[in-house]
């Protein structure tokens, strides 16, 4: 009785291992057709369309931030990437490949307050958010917001999935010329890149 009873379960444990095995490898398909390769970069998909990472303002560490007094962009940028990437930076001066840089412009408005008269501050309103993603390996070589290093969008808030660059040498990297030496990146005024404020 003992026999077939063990046997059966040993059955069962073994059809359970292989559901196991198999939802897993379907999941990590599924993980694998989310960019090109295991790995490079949620925010990625097959073809290299770049979205917008959800709630980044908690999951990623704030490099820095602007104040633009006028113009289109006028308000607050804030940058931010991965805290992983921050510590990859402060170690080897560059970013790692995979690396998610966010810039989010935010409307501005001022007031007095017990710091002092017009302080200024960002308001609920997103303009726009500017992402870049590294890309070391040159994946994308047909793609037209792919070059130079990195993956380049501009994502507006009706549609976050969606990159509204179509080329990133006309929409973006004439700006970044000044940064060129640094991978295009205008790191000088990020301080969370140093370790100086400890
Ligand atoms: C009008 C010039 C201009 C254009 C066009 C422009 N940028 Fe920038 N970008 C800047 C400047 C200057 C900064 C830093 C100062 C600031 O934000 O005001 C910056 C900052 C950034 C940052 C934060 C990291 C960094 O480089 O310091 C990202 C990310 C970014 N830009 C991506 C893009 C992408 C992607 C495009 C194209 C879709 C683009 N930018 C187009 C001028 C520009």
Known sequence: MNTPALSNNHILSASLSFLTALVLSTHSQTANTASNEPGFSPYVDKAGNISLPADFRITMAHLG?????EGDGRGFHDVYTEATSVLYYRKHG?????????KEVRAEKSGDYTTGKNIS?????IKQWF???????GRFPGNLNWG??????????????KNVSTNY????????????????????EYPTLTTRNR
């Open 65 to 69: 931030s602007w104040f633009a007094p």
């Open 94 to 102: 560059k970013f790692p490949d995979g690396a998610t840089i966010v």
């Open 148 to 161: 130079d290093g990195w993956g380049w969008a501009l994502i507006k808030t009706d549609h976050t999935n």
């Open 121 to 125: 501050f960002a308001t609920g309103e």
């Open 131 to 137: 992402v870049m993603i590294k890309d070391t390996k």
């Open 169 to 188: 040498q006309a929409d973006c990297i004439n700006c970044h010329m000044p940064a060129k030496e640094n991978d295009w990146i205008y790191v000088n």
